[in-house]
């Protein structure tokens, strides 16, 4: 029987890890957690959350910490999963992140498909990201009728055989070694659901402004970036503000798996009250 690692990268998740765990640690065999980003381990609660789990399933979670940042102050997300993988003992990884939900159902259809189809090295299931608010999903694509087909995730497949290059180049990809398409699993009645786009106003921010420092955004991040820090965090609030206007949300006609209302603009009043104390009241203005 397969050995299933989920590989945990957390920095200040505090607020939706112990959904993130709570529906997973029963099922899987380890837990590679590592704590930091560029300014070092979490300052939130995410430690306590960690350590809490750890003494309701003892010696299934292995924490490491550090300080992963590139040259020009960005977060190294690939140094950090690199360490986590390095430390993975299983047959088949589970790549996972703070802000990413299965249910119990969910999870259960996940795990016995690994253990069904023995042969299967690439296991993935419908990707569902919430935006906004859990009243609406983000879909990709530009024509209608894709909307009939698996919402694919856009980051990491969900569960794939270490049989693979041992290292993540680019943040969260990783580098599969040669495949075909006998190799992948589809699991049709099984969903994960991603937080991220709700997690709270000031993790939008933040996340966009690591996205800029980090060259997600290519010439246009390079202008923003000419801008300082006062810019850069100018440039992403408004972004953040600007979501309603983006035209990528659908509306969903699920279950959310959580039972608590999480919005992108959670704690925005508090956050751009910040930032208007430190860069002035016309922090916002044109």
């Known amino acids: 029987m397969r050995k299933i690692s989920m590989l945990l990268p957390v920095y200040n998740e505090g607020t939706l890890l112990r959904y993130s765990l709570e529906n997973t640690i029963k099922y899987v065999d380890e837990i590679v957690v590592v704590d930091g980003g560029p ?51 299983g047959d088949i990884l589970m790549p996972h992140c703070g802000d990413m939900i299965y249910t119990d159902s969910d999870i259960t259809k996940m795990v016995n498909a690994v253990k069904t189809y023995p042969d299967k090295r690439i296991i993935y299931c419908p990707f569902v990201e919430f935006w906004l608010d859990q009243t609406q999903i983000r879909l990709y694509g530009g024509h209608a009728m894709e909307a009939w087909f698996p919402v694919l995730a856009i ?62 955004w290519a010439e246009q991040g390079d202008e923003i970036m000419k801008g300082g820090p006062k810019g850069v965090a100018k440039w992403a609030v408004k972004h953040v503000l600007s979501y309603p206007d983006m035209n990528c949300g659908y509306t969903f006609a699920g279950t959310p798996p959580i039972n608590t209302k999480f919005t992108y603009l959670d704690g925005a009043n508090e956050s751009i009250l910040e930032y208007k104390a430190k860069y002035g009241g016309d922090f916002l203005d044109d």
Request: glycine content about 10%; cysteine-free.
């Open 39 to 89: 300014e070092g381990p979490s300052n939130d609660k995410t430690k306590d959350i960690i350590d809490g789990f750890g003494k309701l399933y003892p010696n299934k979670i292995n924490y490491f910490s550090g300080t992963f940042r590139r040259e020009n102050g960005s977060w190294d997300e690939g140094a950090s999963r690199n360490l986590g993988l390095s430390n993975i003992t």
């Open 155 to 216: 980051s990491d497949i969900p569960f794939v055989a270490l049989d693979l290059i041992a290292e993540y180049r680019d943040g969260p990809h990783l580098i599969l070694k040669e495949y075909t398409y006998k190799d992948f699993l589809f699991v049709p009645n099984a969903f994960r659901y991603h937080y991220g786009w709700v997690s709270g106003f000031q993790t939008q921010v933040n996340k966009h402004i690591r996205n800029i420092t980090m060259g997600a």
